[in-house]
């Protein structure tokens, strides 16, 4: 396996069911990147599932959560950052994401997303909204914010995870 070293980190941000997890770890094992998988580091640290922190605490505190990790991963490169789907919505975040990565924002259609997030239940943001209209109207309301995010877009209908994995090491 090719072997490349990136001195800087691949942040990817983008909707619930994006691919941002699937890509994450497709690019660790393609290019022997580390991987952070920010709900992952965030629910180990605070011994609970992401659903109980928001129910516990409530959503701004895991929002502040996501930011200083953001400020941590400042010190890494060749890392494959897999943000939570609302990490780029602050643009406290962006800036942070910006200082040491590209920032890589996966996009796809509401039908596609409703098809890969319809069974998990671990998404508190979509509570009450998992049908494609919910998900259309809530991806509208931060189309804005992860565009002036990106660096980069790639969209993923039809695609499969080689292809955007291709595509993205061509633009990063
Ligand atoms: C969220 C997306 C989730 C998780 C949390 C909030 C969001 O991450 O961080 O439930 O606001 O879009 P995934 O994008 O990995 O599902």
Redesign the pocket.
């Known amino acids: 396996q090719a072997r490349k070293l990136f001195d800087y980190n691949i942040v990817l941000i983008g909707?619930?069911?994006?691919g941002?997890?699937t890509v994450s770890d497709y690019l660790s094992t393609m290019f022997a990147m580390e991987i952070i998988e920010?709900?992952q580091v965030i629910a180990d640290r605070e011994e609970m599932s992401?659903p109980d922190i928001?129910a516990t605490y409530g959503e701004e505190y895991?929002r502040n959560l996501e930011t200083n990790l953001l400020i941590e991963m400042q010190s890494r490169k060749n890392t494959v950052i897999?943000c939570?789907?609302?990490?780029a919505?602050r643009e406290r975040n962006v800036a942070e994401m910006k200082k040491n990565g590209r920032v890589v924002l996966l996009t796809a259609s509401p039908e596609t997303i409703y098809e890969r997030v319809k069974d998990s239940d671990?998404?508190?943001?979509l509570n009450g909204r998992k049908n494609v209209e919910g998900i259309s109207e809530l991806m509208e309301q931060r189309r804005e914010k992860y565009e002036a995010a990106a660096d980069i877009v790639i969209n993923t209908d039809n695609k499969n995870v080689l292809q955007i994995c291709e595509e993205l090491v061509q633009r990063v």
């Open positions: 909707f619930m069911g994006a941002k997890t920010m709900d992401i928001f895991f897999s939570g789907g609302g990490a919505l671990d998404r508190p943001v």
